[in-house]
């Protein structure tokens, strides 16, 4: 199986999850791919597998990644291009949609010497924009 967002985080080195266990994929990847791959575990009445499944996307669904789409993944690796970050930072940015600058503080290492004020402003904006702030905002109004 290989599905459209695996392509779109070509920064995330080694997507492709066949063959190759050693890989980062954000939250939105694993819930498509368990999403995807569910109906074939019942068949297989692999209940335990089935369960944990389960409750993987269940858990999923209520992060950040449920608003995500692999058009709004390219665009956050597009707009993350000029900050000096980690693969590794970035996903984890991507995964969790920090929302004050303290939550960057914690989530990226040594940030207040690698970051400018300016670019942890840029990143809550990249982020808002991943997270679907402005979404929920034309919603409500």
């Avoid at 369960?51 to 789409?69: H, S």
Wanted: net charge negative; with cysteine; aromatic share 4%.
């Amino acid at each position: 199986m290989r599905s459209e967002h695996l392509d779109c985080a070509s920064e995330f080195s080694g997507l492709n999850i066949k063959g190759n266990w050693n890989t980062l994929l954000s939250n939105y990847e694993v819930l498509d791919i368990l999403q995807n791959t569910k109906c074939s575990y019942k068949k297989q009445k692999m209940n335990q597998l089935a369960t944990i499944t389960y409750q993987t996307i269940k858990y999923l669904e209520d992060t950040p990644c449920k608003k995500q789409n692999p058009e709004k993944i390219r665009e956050f690796l597009r707009a993350m291009e000029p900050i000096k970050l980690t693969k590794a930072e970035k996903l984890t940015l991507l995964n969790l949609c920090p929302t004050t600058p303290l939550e960057i503080q914690l989530m990226v290492e040594e940030s207040e010497e690698r970051l400018s004020e300016e670019e942890v402003d840029t990143v809550l904006q990249i982020v808002a924009n991943v997270r679907g702030d402005e979404e929920d905002t034309e919603q409500e109004t």
